[in-house]
Nanobody, 127 residues
Framework: QVQLVESGGGLVQAGGSLRLSCTAS????????MGWFRQAPGKEREFVAA????????FYADSVKGRFTISRDNAKNTVYLQMNALKPEDTAGYFC????????????????????WGQGTQVTVSS
């Protein structure tokens, strides 16, 4: 079965950096778009970044563009989220997700487009 396991969260001061990892199993990793979402207390889950399976396209929320970088290593079945210049408003639970459909090349930012989710990893940015 499909499994996604995140790691790398923690507590960091504003301006600092963290790198999140999400290791997948149970399917052909390279065929699917992988996304990162986040959810702050009392707020809805929101899109952060996505990387198509082909590796050709990446997409970012405006709020993280220029600060966060999504990457993937298909040989390791892992997708990463490098987060730099962190702000207190980046504090949230971060979740990786696998898209419903393989071989996607277009932008995929809606939560409903993703079929499988990890358990999440907490990122807390102190001011």
């Amino acid at each position: 079965q499909v499994q996604l396991v995140e790691s790398g969260g923690g507590l960091v001061q504003a301006g600092g950096s963290l790198r999140l990892s999400c290791t997948a199993s149970g399917y052909i990793f390279s065929s699917y778009t992988m996304g990162w979402f986040r959810q702050a207390p009392g707020k809805e889950r929101e899109f952060v970044a996505a990387f198509t399976g082909s590796g050709a396209n990446t997409f970012y929320a405006d709020s993280v563009k220029g600060r966060f970088t999504i990457s993937r290593d298909n040989a390791k079945n892992t997708v990463y989220l490098q987060m730099n210049a962190l702000k207190p408003e980046d504090t949230a639970g971060y979740f990786c997700a696998r898209h419903k459909s393989p071989f996607l090349i277009i932008r995929a930012t809606r939560e409903s487009e993703y079929a499988y989710w990890g358990q999440g990893t907490q990122v807390t940015v102190s001011s």
